[in-house]
């Protein structure tokens, strides 16, 4: 076999990882300590409550707060300790991490004041990582990279976490942090305060408690935008579907500082645009009218097997490092850029010696360029993992749902505004499978209780999943766009 199968055969097993969830503003409000095993609540402006995977579906009177499952005990990770150069923060340094910076001036006189935008492992030098050897070295000094907003300003720094010392690095000379994930909550029911906005709503007798609004990247656009971090917010009416986004409320754009919360301007130019009807929009098993073929049962389709192999053929050693098949690499969940695979290797079979193949790898920027100069999108960019975070934006793989009964499931651990770390269960699973299967499960994240995949499932696998999986709350995969 030659090194490039090998290496389709090594991305085939990481990437069908079933990997994270893509979700623009699947946002949550964090808690302030760590709880792996509570559902956090919050409650909008509006006074509804929503689970903390979909608020901002919670918008204006909508949304009911949800009882989780029962869970199995899932680990605390407070006690983990990193073990290879390239692990990521574990929840210890986090915290120290805070501390560290909340004592720092001119942070310590009003640490309150801080925001944590991120905060992640500062890696070490690649000449560094590839020359340790584990059982022989030590590991190289742990430190931490922080992109941090105080009163208006931006700050990048080098926190040490054994030396507690913070060394400032130059800022950007444009530009600004992605979205955290409390802003990208709270923006989306900022343009309900706006009594312009609500009268714009009126005339289109479109009801309050079906309008979601989502924070959209503006990207740049001349010097009028210098000097603010500003937002623009688009809605939908979610009347009679899940699959809002073809319900757009067409023309009706609001400017928000996101600093502020503050709407500066809301523009109307659709007020003659329909809204589109609801009909045969919801893709739901179930609530679109079956065509012909799937109606007298012609497309009938065989579920996978979800059973494991005779042997797990891969081997996850100390919480982050793969072994397959003489391939062996490291593999963690990052907020920014979701999954990184780093040191990929493959064992040479003639020398036994371990050749390089990939240092580092994972998902680039997804940047969707609409090329409408129209008012409502000339400006929309969705740079994906800038603007809002792959990783951030990812929900729980669901086991048996989206991952076999054999796969291995990682955690991340993550930073709130606040700087406390909080953890994201089964963020990552790693199973072996053959090409070909099927590897996707899609929704459009606000609603609730919607779970599409490809192809349609027969009633009877629906039913054995749900009875059969351990966590059936439905926490889902990927927007569509």
Same mark, same amino acid.
Request: proline share 9%; hydrophobic share 40%.
């Given at each position: 076999?030659?090194?490039?199968?090998?290496?389709?055969?090594?991305?085939?097993?990481?990437?069908?990882?079933?990997?994270?969830?893509?979700?623009?503003?699947?946002?949550?409000?964090?808690?302030?300590?760590?709880?792996?095993?509570?559902?956090?609540?919050?409650?909008?402006?509006?006074?509804?409550?929503?689970?903390?995977?979909?608020?901002?579906?919670?918008?204006?009177?909508?949304?009911?707060?949800?009882?989780?499952?029962?869970?199995?005990?899932?680990?605390?990770?407070?006690?983990?300790?990193?073990?290879?150069?390239?692990?990521?923060?574990?929840?210890?340094?986090?915290?120290?991490?805070?501390?560290?910076?909340?004592?720092?001036?001119?942070?310590?006189?009003?640490?309150?004041?801080?925001?944590?935008?991120?905060?992640?492992?500062?890696?070490?030098?690649?000449?560094?990582?590839?020359?340790?050897?584990?059982?022989?070295? *030590?590991?190289?000094?742990?430190?931490? =990279? +922080?992109?941090? !907003?105080? %009163? #208006?300003?931006?700050?990048?720094? @080098?926190?040490? $976490?054994?030396?507690?010392?913070?060394?400032?690095?130059?800022?950007?000379?444009?530009?600004?942090?992605?979205?955290?994930?409390?802003?990208?909550?709270?923006?989306?029911?900022? *343009?309900?305060?706006?009594?312009?906005? =609500? +009268?714009?709503? !009126?005339? %289109? #007798?479109?009801?309050?408690?079906? @309008?979601?609004? $989502?924070?959209?990247?503006?990207?740049?656009?001349?010097?009028?935008?210098?000097?603010?971090?500003?937002?623009?917010?688009?809605?939908?009416?979610?009347?009679?579907?899940?699959?809002f986004y073809m319900r757009p409320i067409e023309g009706l754009t609001v400017l928000i500082d996101m600093d502020t919360r503050e709407v500066l301007h809301v523009s109307d130019r659709g007020a003659g645009i329909p809204?589109?009807?609801?009909?045969?929009?919801?893709?739901?098993?179930?609530?679109?009218?079956?065509?012909?073929?799937?109606?007298?049962?012609?497309?009938?389709?065989?579920?996978?097997?979800?059973?494991?192999?005779?042997?797990?053929?891969?081997?996850?050693?100390?919480?982050?490092?793969?072994?397959?098949?003489?391939?062996?690499?490291?593999?963690?969940?990052?907020?920014?850029?979701?999954?990184?695979?780093?040191?990929?290797?493959?064992?040479?079979?003639?020398?036994?010696?371990?050749?390089?193949?990939?240092?580092?790898?994972?998902?680039?920027?997804?940047?969707?360029?609409?090329?409408?100069?129209?008012?409502?999108?000339?400006?929309?960019?969705?740079?994906?993992?800038?603007?809002?975070?792959?990783?951030?934006?990812?929900?729980?793989?669901?086991?048996?749902?989206?991952?076999?009964?054999?796969?291995?499931?990682?955690?991340?651990?993550?930073?709130?505004?606040?700087?406390?770390?909080?953890?994201?269960?089964?963020?990552?699973?790693?199973?072996?499978?053959?090409?070909?299967?099927?590897?996707?499960?899609?929704?459009?994240?606000?609603?609730?209780?919607?779970?599409?995949?490809?192809?349609?499932?027969?009633?009877?696998?629906?039913?054995?999943?749900?009875?059969?999986?351990?966590?059936?709350?439905?926490?889902?995969?990927?927007?569509?766009?």
């Amino acid at each position: 076999m030659d090194l490039s199968t090998c290496l389709l055969r090594l991305l085939t097993l990481a990437l069908g990882a079933a990997l994270v969830v893509l979700v623009v503003c699947s946002a949550i409000r964090l808690p302030g300590s760590i709880d792996t095993t509570k559902t956090a609540l919050f409650v909008d402006g509006a006074g509804g409550s929503c689970t903390r995977f979909l608020p901002w579906a919670c918008s204006q009177g909508r949304g009911q707060p949800r009882s989780k499952p029962s869970m199995p005990p899932r680990p605390s990770h407070e006690s983990d300790v990193p073990r290879h150069p390239l692990d990521p923060l574990t929840v210890a340094e986090v915290n120290r991490a805070r501390e560290v910076l909340r004592a720092h001036l001119p942070f310590s006189s009003a640490p309150s004041s801080l925001v944590v935008h991120s905060l992640d492992l500062d890696e070490p030098d690649k000449s560094v990582v590839r020359r340790w050897r584990k059982g022989a070295d *030590p590991l190289p000094p742990r430190g931490a =990279i +922080a992109i941090v !907003r105080f %009163r #208006g300003e931006s700050h990048v720094l @080098v926190v040490d $976490l054994a030396e507690g010392t913070v060394t400032p690095l130059p800022a950007p000379a444009s530009g600004y942090p992605m979205m955290s994930i409390d802003e990208q909550s709270i923006l989306c029911f900022a *343009p309900f305060k706006d009594a312009a906005f =609500i +009268a714009s709503l !009126r005339r %289109r #007798g479109v009801r309050m408690s079906d @309008v979601t609004c $989502l924070p959209l990247s503006l990207g740049w656009y001349g010097p009028a935008e210098e000097n603010r971090r500003l937002i623009k917010s688009q809605c939908f009416s979610t009347e009679g579907t899940a699959n809002f986004y073809m319900r757009p409320i067409e023309g009706l754009t609001v400017l928000i500082d996101m600093d502020t919360r503050e709407v500066l301007h809301v523009s109307d130019r659709g007020a003659g645009i329909p809204i589109p009807a609801a009909a045969n929009t919801d893709y739901r098993h179930g609530y679109s009218k079956p065509t012909a073929e799937q109606e007298f049962g012609f497309q009938k389709v065989r579920a996978p097997s979800m059973e494991p192999p005779d042997w797990p053929g891969f081997e996850l050693v100390d919480g982050h490092t793969v072994q397959w098949g003489g391939w062996e690499f490291h593999l963690k969940a990052d907020a920014r850029a979701g999954m990184v695979v780093s040191r990929a290797r493959v064992q040479d079979p003639a020398t036994g010696e371990h050749r390089e193949v990939l240092y580092k790898g994972m998902p680039s920027e997804l940047f969707v360029p609409y090329m409408d100069p129209t008012e409502a999108w000339y400006f929309k960019t969705y740079m994906d993992a800038g603007e809002y975070g792959f990783g951030l934006q990812a929900m729980p793989l669901v086991p048996l749902n989206d991952c076999p009964r054999h796969a291995r499931y990682l955690d991340a651990v993550f930073v709130a505004a606040n700087g406390r770390p909080y953890v994201r269960e089964n963020m990552i699973c790693v199973f072996e499978r053959y090409a070909g299967d099927i590897a996707w499960r899609h929704s459009e994240s606000p609603i609730t209780g919607l779970d599409v995949s490809a192809p349609p499932y027969p009633d009877s696998f629906v039913a054995w999943r749900l009875d059969d999986t351990v966590d059936v709350a439905r926490h889902f995969a990927t927007r569509g766009r």
